[in-house]
């Protein structure tokens, strides 16, 4: 078929051109191309089908790359992710692959092993991303692969980051700024825990928390403050500062249900709070007892007994308090508050230190309130962790601020030891028990354990004998409002008439000896006062050589400017100084370079008791109530009774006083105190607190409002050891009555036993966690109970375990003794060493043998060789002189019941210095027993000839052979001592049985020997 032709250009065959060039560009529109199609013959399938361009637009060009891939891409690899913020992840890749069509990312939220799914798709040549809108400080994990059209490559990775936290911000008040958060009923709590991280920044703006309570106190976290009493405008809650200590405080108003409503009981803390220094703060209330912290660690506790007011209407508040109408603000605090958080239940120590140093972002039990003023910007603080209560912000002075440490670092205390034996009331103890217990410390370490122990031999008890208490008398001395020295003087008169029937053994007064202090010079009241106590120490009236013990301690009214502590008491320490008392034997000392601050230390029914008087100071210096510390250290065995003017208010219980309450939190610690009187507040008041199973009363009392400024009414109380009760009274010998209500006629428990104190045992140091501590306790008596117990400290805290109690075996008998060596016809050596050997017993055990020597036989005069040994059974002697062949020996057995027994030798033995026959006569032919037996090394061997003889000692073994030769030859008359070194004819001896043979006139004479080398 012939070639059809479309265009007269040939087009030639493309093969025909380089490769470079193989392509061909055309101009638009496009060029008709002639082409001849060639039909194929039946004999070649095979033909050229050539054409031609046509026109003159084209040029030639570089073809098509030709490069189409069917395989899919190589992975991509060094896959890393990095978060450089709370929200956002950075991802990087290296790209080693030609052919992908793009990069798959996959996320997982469950962790590296987690489920992944895509999370985005990336073009071809990429080597990053930006994973953004992330949640703050959690893990997120990725894995990248290529694409193309002909597949996936393998993952690479996983690769992780966690994003970090999200700013941590804090609110910064200054000036009249604060939160109000209004009265939400959640916050309406009978039970609560208040925390806060808050750091003083200035000085503030005081408000007093109502009555009975903290008259400066600067606001933290808020719920009320002071309005008006005995209603539901009494406060809830209050946290803040004590401005006049510079100390953490608390306060609440007491609520419906309570003694007195609408009474605050106020706790205040021991730790000075410096300016710029973060700190955690809390306060819990568990319905009767406070429990106040700084750090995590406990600062107070109180015991207030009663309600809080729990449907306070007045609002919830940061940095102020706020009145019921919800705008009068009261207080500022000047400083940063963070992370604070209100709880409806009094969390413990442990609770409070878990989560102090952590902010809380899930709901917990418990939680009603968490604001983590973490906002950062505008006027919004928002509740969060599943809380709902939000305020504002009023006042413009605060800025957000980078927020708290959460850095705190606690200290636990050891566990408190636990008992390992003796049994608790185990009977038929030893007299040299050993006491063990486990020790553990949450902190790992070491730790020191000591042990207390004493007897329960209590005595019959003493006599009844009795403390005066004398309030306020500046209306006396002062001859004020009625009061005349009159009647301070029959008070005195009285104490000293009726000293010996009521066995009055000390006189404390309260406080307030005068009105007037210095008086601008004038010093009348004070010779008044002088006059009064000359009664009471007056040997002539009193009939002691020193008088009835008694101290005057300084009140408001006694220091010039009043109240003043850091004022002047000039005829307080002329009157009543250091002079008038030194030299007494009662008198123990003074703090500083005056008597404002003094201890007195007196006895009375076989009871010692020490008093510590503290001058009035609404700011108790540290340095005194150290100096009080360190007496009831010193003092720890003696009973210790506290005065100072202002300790508390009125009531049952009544509120500590600011100066009360540091005394107590100093001293509380020690477990001789047990009392502590004041006066100053008119009225009466008493209230108990416990810390560690010590119990402390506190007693108030003072008349001075009531009729001719007092009217003569004294504290009389009586202590009675045979009930252990300390019973008050109330009597006035200027009336000659008492008085009988419930305030004023009342008892108080307190053992007064004769029980002795506990005395240490002994002290184990380095004590590993976790592990046994052991102690003997020796000399004990039979049949006698016995109290135990233990600490464990770690350096910062020493915790005390339980007392533990047993009872010792009753005695059987006195010991056995008895001689087992020498105890008869042995020989030893002058300068030799010697074995002493005794057998001694007892039921109960031997506590000591002692061993004597007598060298005139057994009725003559015996020497100490030893005394007080342990029970070991022997005793290496080297033998003194003179020689003897008369000696005895002597052991005497002690058993802790002091019991004895002893034993002698059951004939003599010799001592012999080596020289043959000095003073002594031979009657007969003799060989001594080997000395010592068992031999070791070598032993000495004695015998005896009346006269000169041939002599022959050998030494045999079991066998009948001779092992060694000792003596072979003429010896003179006497006695003669010969020493084997343990050698013989074929060197060193072995151990084993051995026979001395002794031949000499025709007899033979045998001694076993055991030899030990």
């Known amino acids: 078929m012939p070639r059809k032709k479309f265009m007269s250009t040939v087009l030639p065959s493309l093969s025909d051109v380089p490769l470079v060039t193989r392509g061909i560009a055309f101009a638009t529109p496009p060029v008709p191309v002639e082409t001849v199609v060639p039909v194929p013959s039946r004999r070649n399938q095979h033909s050229t089908v050539n054409g031609s361009v046509l026109g003159s637009s084209y040029a030639w060009v570089t073809g098509s790359p030709f490069n189409i891939s069917t395989t899919p891409p190589a992975a991509p690899i060094e896959f890393g992710a990095d978060a450089p913020s709370n929200s956002q992840v950075n991802l990087s890749w290296s790209d080693v692959s030609s052919n992908e069509s793009g990069f798959e990312i996959e996320r997982s939220t469950s962790g590296i092993g987690g489920s992944y799914s895509l999370l985005t798709t990336r073009p071809a040549n990429s080597t990053s991303y930006s994973d953004a809108g992330l949640a703050s400080s959690t893990e997120y994990c990725y894995r990248i692969r290529a694409v193309n059209g002909w597949g996936a490559s393998s993952y690479d990775g996983p690769a992780c980051a966690t994003t970090t936290a999200a700013p941590a911000f804090a609110l910064d008040f200054a000036g009249a700024t604060y939160v109000s958060f209004g009265d939400p009923a959640v916050l309406d709590l009978a039970t609560f825990t208040v925390e806060c991280w808050f750091r003083r920044d200035g000085t503030g703006t005081t408000v007093s928390t109502g009555t009975g309570g903290v008259a400066n106190a600067i606001p933290l976290v808020t719920k009320g403050t002071s309005e008006s009493d005995g209603s539901t405008v009494d406060m809830n809650f209050f946290l803040g500062i004590d401005d006049a200590t510079d100390r953490l405080m608390a306060d609440m108003e007491e609520g419906a249900g309570g003694s007195t409503p609408g009474l605050n009981h106020p706790v205040i803390g021991t730790t000075t709070i410096a ?54 603000t009261q207080g500022f605090f000047d400083g940063v508050l963070d992370e604070v958080r209100i709880w409806n239940v009094a969390r413990s120590q442990a609770q409070i230190q878990g989560t102090a140093n952590a902010q809380i972002a899930a709901p917990q039990s418990g939680l009603v309130a968490r604001w983590a003023l973490d906002e950062g910007s505008g006027t919004a603080v928002n509740g969060s962790a599943g809380t709902t209560v939000n305020g504002t912000i009023g006042g413009s002075n605060y800025t957000w601020v980078t927020g708290a440490p959460f850095n705190l670092s606690f200290n636990m205390p050891p566990a408190a030891p636990t008992l390992n034996a003796p049994a608790h009331m185990a009977t038929g103890i030893g007299l040299s028990p050993t006491l063990s217990v486990g020790v553990a410390d949450p902190d790992g370490g070491f730790v020191t354990v000591t042990y207390y122990g004493r007897a329960l031999t209590a005595g019959p008890p003493g006599a009844d004998f009795t403390l005066i208490g004398q309030p306020d008398t500046q209306y006396y001395t002062g001859e004020l409002n ?530 030990v080398n």
């Open 275 to 328: 300016n710029g220094t973060w700190h955690h703060a809390g306060v819990t209330y568990n319905g009767t007892t406070w429990g106040l912290y700084l750090d995590g660690n406990l600062e107070a506790t109180a015991s207030p007994g009663q309600p809080v007011q729990s449907q306070s209407i007045q609002p919830a508040a940061l940095a102020t308090s706020i009145r019921s109408d919800g705008t009068t």
């Open 482 to 1011: 009625g009061g005349t020295n009159a009647i301070l003087l029959s008070i005195n008169n009285w104490i000293v008439a009726n000293r010996a029937s009521r066995n009055i053994a000390y006189v404390a007064t309260l406080g307030d000896c005068v009105e007037h202090g210095d008086n601008g010079g004038n010093d009348i009241e004070w010779q008044r006062a002088d006059a009064g106590y000359d009664l009471i120490e007056n040997p002539g009236t009193t009939g002691l050589a020193e008088g009835i013990p008694y101290g005057i301690t300084v009140g408001n009214h006694d220091q010039s400017p009043n109240g003043d502590a850091d004022g002047t008491t000039n005829f307080y320490n002329q009157y009543f100084g250091v002079g008038r008392f030194q030299g007494r034997t009662y008198y123990g000392g003074h703090y500083g370079s005056n008597n404002d601050n003094w201890y007195d230390l007196f006895s009375a029914s076989g009871m010692d008791f020490i008093v510590i008087s503290f001058e009035y100071d609404t700011t108790p210096d540290q340095a005194i109530l150290d100096w009080g510390d360190q007496l009831l250290t010193t003092y720890s065995s003696r009973r210790a009774i506290v005065l100072s003017h202002y300790l508390c208010g009125t009531g049952n219980p009544a509120t500590f006083s600011t100066q009360g309450s540091a005394i107590y939190n100093a001293l509380r610690a020690h477990s001789n105190l047990f009392l502590m009187m004041a006066g100053h507040v008119p009225g009466e008041g008493r209230r108990q607190d416990t810390f560690n199973g010590n119990t402390v009363n506190t007693v108030m009392s003072d008349y001075q409002s009531r009729t001719n400024g007092g009217n003569g009414w004294t504290r009389i109380m009586t202590f009675s050891p045979a009930n252990n009760t300390i019973q008050v009274e109330t009597y006035s010998p200027w009336l000659s009555q008492f008085e009988n209500d419930a305030d004023s006629q009342f008892s108080l428990g307190y053992t007064m036993s004769n029980t002795p104190a506990f005395q240490v045992i002994g002290t184990n140091n380095g004590v590993a966690s976790g592990s046994n501590s052991q102690r003997p306790w020796t000399g004990l008596l039979p049949n006698t109970t016995y109290e135990w117990y233990v600490t464990a400290s770690d350096g910062q805290t020493t915790t005390t375990g339980p007392t533990w109690r047993f009872t010792t075996a009753a005695d059987g008998g006195p010991p056995t003794a008895q001689v087992v060596s020498p105890n008869g016809n042995e020989l030893i050596s002058i300068g030799a060493g010697a074995s002493l050997q005794w057998s001694a017993g007892d039921d109960l055990g031997v506590a000591s043998v002692d061993l004597f020597l007598s060298r005139t036989g057994s009725a003559g005069t015996y020497e100490t060789i030893a005394t007080g040994l342990a029970n070991t059974g022997s005793y290496a002697w080297t033998v003194t002189g003179p020689p003897t062949v008369n000696a005895y020996l002597k052991v005497v057995a002690h058993d802790y019941a002091t019991n004895t027994a002893q034993d002698l030798s059951d004939a003599s033995f010799r001592i012999t210095d080596g020289v043959v026959g000095v003073g002594e006569k031979v009657l007969e032919f003799a060989l001594d027993p080997v000395f010592p037996n068992p031999a070791p090394k070598g032993a000495r061997i004695g015998f005896a000839l009346p006269r000169a003889a041939q002599v022959r000692m050998s030494l045999l073994d079991v066998q009948g052979r001779e092992v060694a030769r000792l003596a072979d030859g003429p010896y003179p008359a006497g006695r003669h001592d010969l020493k084997w070194n343990g050698r013989g004819a074929g060197g060193a001896v072995s151990s084993g049985l051995y026979f001395v043979r002794l031949e000499v006139a025709g007899r033979t004479f045998i001694r076993r020997m055991a030899f």
